[in-house]
């Protein structure tokens, strides 16, 4: 296990995450006592960690089981949503590159419809695949998107490095993540699935995010959210009955529509300064 300053402040004390109160699964949520960031420390190596990415990990899971039915819709109306997001800044068919592409299903959508897409994953060795960030052309892409990557990802640092480079002046990143203030934490406490231990290493809320995109220059320009995955977080938790569950969305829908900082999951849509 390996202990971390704060990735925005670089400050290394820290408190337990006190919605939880006790850690879990044998990890532990913290948040700085700076600047409040919440993060999971310590956490395993990256060697280590590499055996949570395997054939169980729902997103590369093959095997049929109704889990994966359930999520491979929610994919599908998820990227109808994300399609829309996104073609409100960007023009249609245009240069695209998606980080932390998993098995590819966004970008591959994206070439189906005509798009300039291209994609990049650590644990996909696709041939098609970018092979590495650092290596490509200042200002080549007109958007770049990071749909559930950013709070998995241990070389952060240069992955944004390479991000501010690579994205053009007038470019849009779009970044999707788990809020740390959804609202319905406060319903399902450590069974959110979110906080995903010990995959999930950061995780952001608005004001974190907008620290942490300082620091590389970028700007957040405005936020979306996914209402569907507030659907899917809480009917992924076990331990409650139909009636509790329903209760639930409703309530954390009706937070969301109140407030858009209480959703489930935050799309960022920034540029550089
Ligand atoms: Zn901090």
């Given at each position: 296990m390996i202990n971390l300053n704060c990735l925005i402040c670089k400050k290394n004390e820290t408190e337990i995450?006190?919605?939880?109160k006790i850690s879990f699964n044998n990890y532990t949520l913290v948040n700085c006592k700076s600047c409040s960031f919440v993060y999971l420390n310590p956490r395993l190596s990256e060697l280590e960690i590499k055996k949570y990415y395997n054939q169980d990990y729902m997103p590369f899971l093959k095997k049929k089981s109704i889990f994966n039915i359930v999520y491979k819709i929610f994919r599908k109306i998820n990227f109808i949503y994300k399609f829309f997001i996104i073609t409100k800044y960007i023009p249609r068919k245009s240069k695209n590159l998606d980080i932390g592409s998993g098995d590819n299903f966004f970008s591959n959508s994206l070439l189906k419809k005509g798009w300039k897409s291209y994609a990049y994953d650590k644990y996909n060795y696709d041939k098609d695949n970018v092979r590495k960030l650092s290596i490509l052309k200042r200002n080549s892409f007109d958007s770049i998107t990071l749909w559930h990557s950013i709070e998995h990802m241990y070389d952060i640092e240069q992955t944004f490095t390479s991000i501010n480079k690579i994205l053009s002046s007038n470019g849009f990143l779009f970044i999707a993540c788990p809020n740390i203030?959804?609202?319905?934490i406060d319903y399902v406490g450590k069974n959110?699935?979110?906080?995903?231990l010990p995959r999930h290493i950061y995780h952001f809320n608005y004001n974190s995010m907008k620290k942490f995109l300082g620091n590389y220059n970028l700007k957040i320009i405005n936020i979306h959210n996914l209402k569907i995955d507030t659907f899917f977080n809480i009917l992924m938790v076990?331990?409650?009955n139909f009636f509790q569950k329903t209760k639930y969305i409703i309530k954390s829908l009706f937070y969301q529509f109140s407030n858009i900082k209480k959703s489930s999951t935050l799309v960022y849509v920034c540029q550089k300064y």
């Open positions: 995450f006190k919605p939880l203030d959804a609202k319905e959110w699935p979110a906080f995903d076990k331990n409650l």
